[in-house]
């Protein structure tokens, strides 16, 4: 605390936001002068903070999801590794992320922070240590004040509306430059690393990739990262939406996770023999991505709106496939030597909780090198062009699915389990409240 205190004095930091994510990914916490954080205070928030529903409702109990009978309070304990500065602030301001802990000082397991250093946890049990890569999709959109009314293309600095059409265009990069350089500028006062950014197919749809590293410090990146790109957005006058499916007719946004296993003794990646051959722990692991993810992929597609990425026709995949370089399955293997091999999950979207998403995907493939699943062949075929999906087609199919999976009991904690499944049911009783435009237009006079 003493390095911080001179870290914030150096840089005449006034205050500083202490954050930590809810089930959603938002973040959560209090403001306070530099010198108070300093100075030992104790910070907490209530247990219910991370009971509600993305609309900021409290649902009601149902299944194993019960609150806490007085809404006690949980304690934030400041990360100290991720003090950072907070650039788009006028007046000097640091953020640091925060995990939680009840009054007895043990983890709260049902905080999404929490619930991935438990998952690492059974990794580092074993002397392994997995390493992530996160690729986030997402769109910038002319600004929407009004919901009823469908969002749209930004103009660009042509003066003209995006188009689709423009896959990795340098073009469609360029009509975004001096919101871009922000992106950039705040991202490396911050200390995030991007990889590349690229033009995806949507109009005004851009993905960045991140270096690859320790899943926490990954998950704490594309918290941030969320953050950065919205606020960079706003001082353009426009937004930025991570929302899975945004526009209809456009590509949907997804996160894309690359993972890898090493041992944490020698840094030799257990995906790979000796002799530079996939190990028999590789294939177990994508056995147990084919196995366990559509159990958890309610974790990986939170909302209604995610499953209308997974949709037969689109371009997201709607199978648990596996093969080669095949951007047709939900899981492909990317082309690597062996100390780079890697399974890439294509199924997450863009608006999960990094933190929940990264656990589940590291979860299955934990669960199949446990259990030794072997994994079904390899396709190089179009793997979704028969039409059939074989995943919960939507969002109470997936919290069923999850609920009913007893080892996500062990990995996750029955505590997360009932907490995260009572809130997802909570959010769907919300979106049936809203009488959409497809039920004014084709029922109003015809039935």
């Known amino acids: 605390m003493s390095e911080a205190a001179d870290w914030l004095a150096a840089r005449g930091i006034d ?40 609309s900021g409702e409290y649902p009601e109990e149902t299944g194993e999801f019960r609150y806490s009978p007085n809404d006690g309070d949980l304690k934030l304990m400041p990360d100290l590794s991720t003090l950072a500065d907070v650039p788009w602030e006028s007046d000097p301001t640091a953020q640091i992320i925060c995990d939680l802990v009840d009054t007895s000082g043990a983890a709260v397991p049902y905080t999404p922070r929490n619930v991935l250093k438990r998952v690492l946890s059974l990794y580092e049990s074993r002397g392994w240590q997995p390493i992530v890569a996160p690729e986030i999709e997402f769109y910038l959109v002319a600004k929407n004040v009004d919901p009823d009314y469908p969002l749209t293309p930004p103009i660009g600095r042509s003066g003209r509306m995006i188009q689709s059409g423009q896959a990795y265009s340098i073009g469609g990069v360029n009509e975004f430059d001096e919101l871009i350089d922000d992106i950039y500028d705040f991202s490396e006062c911050q200390g995030l690393e991007i990889d590349t950014l690229i033009h995806e197919d949507g109009a005004a749809q851009l993905e960045i990739n991140l270096r690859h590293g320790h899943p926490i410090e990954l998950a704490d990146q594309v918290f941030m990262f969320k953050r950065t790109i919205r606020e960079a957005a706003l001082k353009h006058g426009i937004y930025a939406t991570f929302m899975a499916k945004p526009i209809q007719g456009q590509p949907g946004s997804a996160m894309h996770i690359h993972q890898s296993v090493v041992d944490r003794a020698t840094g030799r990646n257990i995906f790979s ?57 939900a899981f492909r293997v990317p082309t690597s030597d062996a100390a780079g091999r890697r399974v890439e999950n294509r199924l997450p979207s863009s608006d999960a909780n990094p933190y929940l998403a990264l656990a589940a995907s590291l979860a299955c493939g934990w669960l199949g090198m446990k259990n030794a699943i072997e994994p079904g062949a390899p396709t190089d075929l179009t793997a979704n062009e028969d039409g059939g999906i074989s995943l919960p087609r939507g969002l109470l199919e997936a919290v069923a699915a999850f609920e009913c999976e007893p080892e996500f009991h062990e990995v996750f904690s029955r505590e997360f389990v009932g907490t995260y499944a009572g809130v997802k049911r909570g959010e769907f009783e919300t979106f049936m409240q809203v009488i959409s435009p497809w039920e004014r237009e084709f029922l109003l006079l015809q039935v």
């Open 273 to 329: 023999d000796a002799d530079g051959s996939p190990s028999a722990l590789f294939y177990n692991f994508i056995g147990g991505m084919q196995r366990y993810v559509p159990a958890a992929l309610v974790m990986m597609a939170p909302y209604v709106n995610s499953y209308r990425r997974l949709t037969y026709g689109m371009s997201a995949p709607t199978n648990n496939a596996w093969g080669y370089d095949n951007r047709t399955t």
């Open 15 to 54: 205050d500083i936001e202490c954050i930590t994510p809810d089930l959603a990914g938002v973040a959560r916490g209090k403001m306070m002068p530099a010198k108070k954080f300093t100075g030992n205070t104790s910070l907490a928030l209530p247990s219910a903070l991370f009971m509600h529903t993305i």
